[in-house]
């Protein structure tokens, strides 16, 4: 089955800085890329997705790129503000079932 | 209809009791799906349903539990004799078949004591 390894576990970044989360995945048939934005107590919420046919997405502060041939993808939050402070989770799957398998999470802190 | 509704939001039981989750999809999403997530770790896949007919059950997914999805429409999630290793956040999510609009609910959380 598939496995998805992200990091850092934990990214704390001053207020105004970037934050960037990578992942690996590690089945070639995985064709979509959601990340998913945890508040503590919190449902998952999506933030952003990619599919294989596309390198890069950008929406306002946020933005995905995916590198197929070396099976990784990646987050990237410019400008960071406080409310950015949650837990992050990327995830794979293929078209067929949308069958998600997540990373680990990654808590991101944005300090004041 | 304005998301993926759980019911209860909150359970505690008892060791060897039986449990019963409910999940209500957004009324025109086909597939139905159901994760577990632990403190600190990503939801983990358990099954799901395409209309009525479950297309996939992870090996997670023990004899002590069952899913159904009657008539295409809300979902329940059953778990016999819980064990305490069953403490988590059931989370239920809904989507077209082509994956649009892939929403989660707010998750039964489960304790068993």
């Known amino acids: 089955g598939e496995n998805v390894e992200q990091h850092p576990s934990t990214l704390s970044v001053q207020e105004g800085d970037s934050a960037v989360i990578k992942c690996t995945y590690s089945?070639?048939?995985?064709?979509?890329f959601p990340w998913y934005k945890q508040e503590l107590g919190k449902r998952p919420q999506l933030i952003i997705d990619?599919?294989?046919?596309?390198g890069e997405k950008k929406d306002q502060r946020i933005a995905v790129t995916l590198n197929k041939t070396a099976k990784h993808f990646s987050l990237h939050i410019t400008e960071t503000q406080p409310e950015d402070s949650a837990v992050y989770f990327c995830a794979a799957s293929s078209s067929n079932d949308y069958k998600l398998s997540f990373g680990a999470g990654t808590t991101v802190t944005v300090r004041a | 209809d304005t998301g993926v509704s759980q019911d209860p939001r909150h359970k505690i039981t008892k060791r060897g009791q039986n449990v019963t989750f409910r999940c209500d999809p957004i009324?025109?999403?086909?597939?139905l799906y159901w994760y577990r997530q632990t403190l600190g770790q990503g939801p983990e896949f358990l099954t799901y349903?395409?209309?009525?007919?479950?297309?996939?059950k992870s090996r997670l997914l023990s004899d002590r539990f069952s899913a159904e999805r009657p008539k295409g429409s809300f979902s329940t999630l059953e778990i016999q004799r819980t064990e305490q290793g069953d403490s988590a956040m059931y989370l239920c999510?809904?989507?077209?078949?082509?994956?649009?609009?892939?929403?989660f609910g707010s998750g039964t959380r489960l304790t068993v004591v």
């Open positions: 349903f395409q209309n009525e007919a479950q297309l996939e």
């Open positions: 990619i599919r294989s046919n596309v």
């Open positions: 999510a809904s989507s077209l078949r082509t994956g649009v609009g892939y929403t």
């Open positions: 089945d070639s048939a995985s064709n979509y």
């Open positions: 009324s025109e999403h086909n597939r």
